[in-house]
């Protein structure tokens, strides 16, 4: 859909592809033409890269825009697309590859002289070597899969004693995701801010950064709110010019073209360190256009075309602040289950300062297969506080019937007094939950105290002598939980 709706004001024609599961979906109708590329398993379609360049042939396709996931930062499929005479609308293949490993990556930011992690700049071969270097960088210590990335295959060590079973757990969970067992050993940070910066480059060496996001309300390595700008750099003004320069140190070794991220740990002294490279347009890309005025799409397309980058570093500037939601077909209270299904009705707010980027509508059936990521809800505000109550404003505006949401859950965080105040680290989800356990437990305990002294004063059973006017239609959908 954000593709569809670049291409569109530039007037290129649009083709979508589409597997069974999504053949109703809003980008098969959105775009100019749409095709199917197989069934519902990704491997079978979407991943496919034979099938997805067969699309691009049938369509007359000049170019291809990988979007997020799937197949966005594969460079085997970036170099099929350039064997076939299709622009890839992406970094050259030889940068997606250099940092699809983790451990060149590494190597890549220490040979710029950026801050990385302490740890192991190869993978680890065996369990003495592990033992050595573990020691060297001292306990606690964090095992990853050097083709990981996202927190898969990731174990953290406490002591020379769990060393060896870990590293034997965490290389064949490497294995069995990512096809390679290769780990490598880090310092474990804790409870860092985990903080990223997007990068824009062109095709003749010009490459610019555009700032950090916020990213640390994460569960299970999913993101749910990102913000721009970081908190931290509303305390630390400085910090953005010093993240920013180590991200363009990185970029620039690897020739960097197009947009991309450079994700950074920052510990509670401030100190921030190079993590990994994500060589695609992120899920959250929309707080950074909203702070700089950049249309991070357009530029790619127009870079991918042969294009200078015609924005200088200097003319960057940053405005206000902008947050972005993650709206899920989830019940957060039930574990965040997903919860598919058909939506029977659909309202997105709107308003001044409100962005939403979705792909769903009423009557449409959320499919099982795929994320249950339903839309983006991005907002501006000239302060982080007027964009904090916007959000809070919108997200009671946004209308989902017929399955379940986080919105409620995202209305109550934008509440949230460790939020407000920007106190924000990796592990901020988890003490919210614990934070939201006890109001629960409180509000719980205050409604019957209420009943109880209803009863006492009035000798009548509860519901009649506490309920107030008979609740509108829309009150009573929300309690029993229909809507949101
Ligand atoms: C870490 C870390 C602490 N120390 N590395 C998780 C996903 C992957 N991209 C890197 N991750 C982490 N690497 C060291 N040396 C903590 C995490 C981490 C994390 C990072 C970003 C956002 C959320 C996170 C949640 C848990 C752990």
Partial sequence: ???????????IETAAIFSDADRHALHVQMADEAVCVGPAPSRESYLSIERVLRAARDTG?????????????????????????????????????????KTAARRVAIAAGAPVVPGTEQGIRDFAEARRTAAGIGYPVLLKAAAGGG??????????????????SAASEAERAFGSAEVYLE????????????????????????????????????????????????EKPELRERIGEAALKIARAVSYSSAGTLEFLADQQGNFYFLEMNTRLQVEHPVTEWTTGIDLVRWQIRVAAGEQLSVRQEDVRWTGSAIESRIYAEDPENNFFPSPGRIAQYAEPAGPGVRVDGGVYAGWTVPIEYDPMLAKLAVWGDTRETAIERMRRALGEYRVLGITTNLTYLEELMGDGEFVAGRLDTGFLEEFAKRRRAAQKNEGEVIAAVLAAAYATTQQPTFAAVSGPAPSAWRVASKQGLMH
């Fill in 61 to 101: 396709s000049e170019a291809i825009h990988p979007g997020y996931g799937f197949l966005s930062e594969n460079a085997e499929f970036a170099s099929a697309c350039e064997e076939a005479g299709i622009k890839f609308i992406g970094p050259a293949p030889e940068a997606i590859g250099q940092m699809g490993s």
């Fill in 1 to 11: 859909m954000r593709v569809i709706r670049a291409c569109r004001e530039m007037r």
């Fill in 151 to 168: 927190g898969k295959g990731m174990r953290r060590v406490d002591s020379e004693a769990e060393l060896e079973s870990a590293m034997r």
């Fill in 187 to 234: 310092k474990l940070i804790e409870r860092p801010r985990h903080i990223e910066v997007q990068v824009l480059g062109d095709e003749h060496g010009r490459l610019i950064h555009l700032g950090e996001r916020e990213c640390s309300i994460q569960r299970r390595h999913q993101k749910v709110v990102e913000e721009c700008p970081s908190p931290l750099v509303l």
